[in-house]
Every structure is written in C-alpha cells, then in structure tokens.
C-alpha cells in the first residue's frame, strides 16, 4: 500500500533546522577528516550573535508609555560611575554599529538581554586567554568579519603584546571597526597598517585599492559589494595575503599586498 507523508514546516522553522544539520555536519567534518578537537567554553563566555552589537536582541518596544521605576540611589557613587561608564561605552559602539548596518531605522526598540552571554568582544578575549595564547602556533592568523573586526581590535587594545608577539597576519572582511571610537592607540595603528588589510565590499574588481579616512589598514575591494560575501569572494586574495605574510616573516619582509596599498594609501594623503 503506498503511502504520502507531508511535512508542513515554516520556512523560519526549515531555515533553522537545516543550520543545526550543517553545522552538525561541518563539526563532524572538523573533527574527523581535521583531526580537531572540540572543546566547550564556560557559560558567560559563549555568545549569539543574533544582532551582532552586544548581548542582546532588540524587539520592537510596545506602545504603551512605561515609567522606570528603578532607584540606583542606594548604590556607591563608585559603582554607579563604573557602570555609567560602561554603559556609554557600550552605547557608543552600538550606535557606530547600528548607524553602519540600518543608517534608517523607523521603529523604536527596546533590548531583550541574552541570559549567561557574553559580548563578542569577551568571547575573543576569554578564547584568545584559555586557547590561542596558550597554544604552541607559531604563526597565528585571523580572518574577521564585520563585527568580528571590532572584537579584534578591542583584543588589541587589551592585548597588544601579546598580539603583536603570536599574530603573523589578520584579513578583515568588511569589517565596523573604528580606531577613533575604539581610541586604539598608534602603535595599534602601525601595527595594523603593516600587518592588516580589509577586503571591503565593492563593486569594483578584487584587490582593487579603495580608498579610506581611517588611518589604520589598507582596504582593498572584496570583488563583491554584498556584505554577507565579502569573506567567501575573497578567500582566494586572503590565503595569499597569509602565505606572503608568512614567508615575510622568515625573511624579515612584509606581504607585497599590504606594502603595495600601505604605499598608495599615503601617496593620494
């Protein structure tokens, strides 16, 4: 007797069954074929990036007008200055964020806090800390994008030593990251200017050198001007990046990619 079944599943509910099946399947891939091994971090460190500017997602805040009743009054003066701090920090760099991802945003929001996560940047911080400064690579590279940008320069700041002292190379790929917001200091700056380079969207041809305000690293066209690709389009450009940067290493030279644009950048200034 033959039979139909049907399956009627929302596209939203499809969209995220087929994510945890990949994903699955690319974690088996790495273990098995790679050889590599895969290690959980502690709650708090962990994040989901579901709006990638903090810990947290913003839904749309209802109408209805609602007075904040909350007293920090009884607080320390010193603890309230703590977190005044942070919490402008932390708005500043969701503003720059946002201003950079929805320049046109019609609803108002409000913030739903994502329970036992972490911000990109302590997630980079606590791995770079327990895995990558521990670990005996000699050569470390990172590929960051978008918002992954701004989580390595924040790495940066906190730990410009030892970056400078285990990173060969980074390849951002449409990366937000500021140097004026983060107040990444100048031998940050000069670090990134020799060691860095962006592959932005464009529609101009890959490598392309395009041009920017930021004294930080050279940019160069992602040979797409769809953010979501930058990172696939490029790979080809970036594993080249790494190899010349790699061998410089040995041979006391700098990538011929990042001194080509590092030399047009400050001939048009």
Not at 40 to 65: A, C, D, R, T
Not at 109 to 127: D, F, T
Request: aromatic share 10%.
């Amino acid at each position: 007797m033959n039979r139909l079944l049907i399956f009627l599943i929302p596209w939203k509910d499809l969209n995220m069954l087929l994510m945890k099946i990949i994903t699955k399947y690319v974690y088996e891939l790495l273990e098995k074929d790679c050889n590599l091994k895969k290690i959980s971090i502690p709650e708090g460190y962990g994040v989901i990036v579901l709006n990638p500017n903090e810990n947290y997602i913003e839904v749309e805040k209802p109408k209805i007008h609602v007075q904040s009743s909350s007293d920090s009054s009884d607080e320390p003066a010193e603890k309230r200055e703590r977190k005044d701090k942070i919490s402008k920090e932390t708005k500043k760099r969701r503003d720059f964020y946002e201003k950079y991802r929805n320049p046109q945003r019609e609803k108002e929001m409000m913030q739903l806090y994502i329970r036992e996560n972490g911000s990109p940047e302590e997630h980079a911080i606590y791995v770079w800390d327990h895995f990558i400064a521990q670990s005996a690579a000699e050569n470390v590279f990172f590929v960051a994008h978008s918002y992954g940008g701004l989580a390595f320069v924040e790495l940066m700041i906190q730990r410009e030593a030892d970056v400078k002292s285990k990173v060969t190379a980074v390849a951002l790929t449409d990366s937000v990251h500021n140097v004026w917001h983060q107040e990444a200091g100048k031998t940050i700056r000069e670090w990134m200017r020799e060691n860095c380079c962006n592959w932005v969207s464009s529609s101009e041809p890959l490598d392309t050198s395009v041009e920017s305000m930021l004294p930080d690293c050279p940019r160069v066209s992602a040979g797409t001007d769809r953010h979501e690709l930058t990172s696939w389009k490029s790979f080809p450009s970036i594993f080249k990046f790494f190899t010349e940067a790699s061998e410089a290493k040995t041979s006391s030279l700098k990538p011929a990619l990042t001194r080509r644009s590092h030399r047009i950048k400050h001939e048009e200034l």
